[in-house]
T-cell receptor, first 110, second 112 residues
Framework: DAGVTQSPTHLIKTRGQQVTLRCSPK?????VSWYQQALGQGPQFIFQ???????QRGNFPDRFSGHQFPNYSSELNVNALLLGDSALYLC?????????FGPGTRLTVT | QKEVEQNSGPLSVPEGAIASLNCTYS??????FFWYRQYSGKSPELIMF????GDKEDGRFTAQLNKASQYVSLLIRDSQPSDSATYLC????????????FGAGTTVTVRA
């Protein structure tokens, strides 16, 4: 049974650029959440997608946007990258409230 | 006041001992509580969840919840070097709130 997968594993971007991160949920899971984890901190909730709609959003600017596809996979887009966007981006899929994380995408903005 | 607070540690315990990790939360209406283990450079792994007051045991792990005191803890019995990791406490507030709120984590080191 495949777990949550994310791509790419690592990414280096320049300030001002745009980035797209991808996530495929665990088999049978229909909900995808995205989190940002800075070094030494706990993950911070960005937003959650369910039935192809953004169901809840955390305290992140509009530069952060997402999408969920009919097969439940999801994308996270970040525009106008800032140095402070450098972090580990985690996707979590869930069923019945328990969230399971993928391996993450390490984004470095230079 | 932070939503979820944990002792940052580091917590160092000898192999075979009990490691005790604590977590407090601010929203009295919180309903679901989770413990994740995160190895250095890896993503969080769900190891325990608890919804009701009392204790829940799973192998060497015991989660304890006291809603009146807004306190949840994790005990690791017979600690092993492979338990060395950062442990994250996470809280789900209500049935209409889908956001996991995390503490900053407690780093545990098990000395062989």
């Amino acid at each position: 049974d495949a777990g949550v997968t994310q791509s790419p594993t690592h990414l280096i971007k320049t300030r001002g650029q745009q980035v797209t991160l991808r996530c495929s949920p665990k088999s049978g899971h229909d909900t995808v959440s995205w989190y940002q984890q800075a070094l030494g901190q706990g993950p911070q909730f960005i937003f959650q997608y369910y039935e192809e709609e953004e169901r809840q959003r955390g305290n992140f600017p509009d530069r952060f946007s997402g999408h969920q596809f009919p097969n439940y996979s999801s994308e996270l887009n970040v525009n106008a990258l800032l140095l402070g966007d450098s972090a580990l981006y985690l996707c979590a899929s869930s069923l019945s409230g328990k969230q399971y994380f993928g391996p993450g995408t390490r984004l470095t903005v230079t | 006041q932070k939503e979820v607070e944990q002792n940052s540690g580091p917590l160092s315990v000898p192999e075979g001992a009990i490691a005790s990790l604590n977590c407090t939360y601010s929203d009295r209406g919180s309903q679901s509580f989770f413990w994740y283990r995160q190895y250095s450079g890896k993503s969080p792994e769900l190891i325990m969840f608890i919804y009701s007051n009392g204790d829940k045991e799973d192998g060497r792990f015991t989660a304890q919840l006291n809603k009146a005191s807004q306190y949840v803890s994790l005990l690791i019995r017979d600690s092993q070097p492979s338990d060395s990791a950062t442990y994250l406490c996470a809280v789900l507030r209500t049935s209409n709130d889908y956001k996991l709120s995390f503490g900053a984590g407690t780093t545990v080191t098990v000395r062989a």
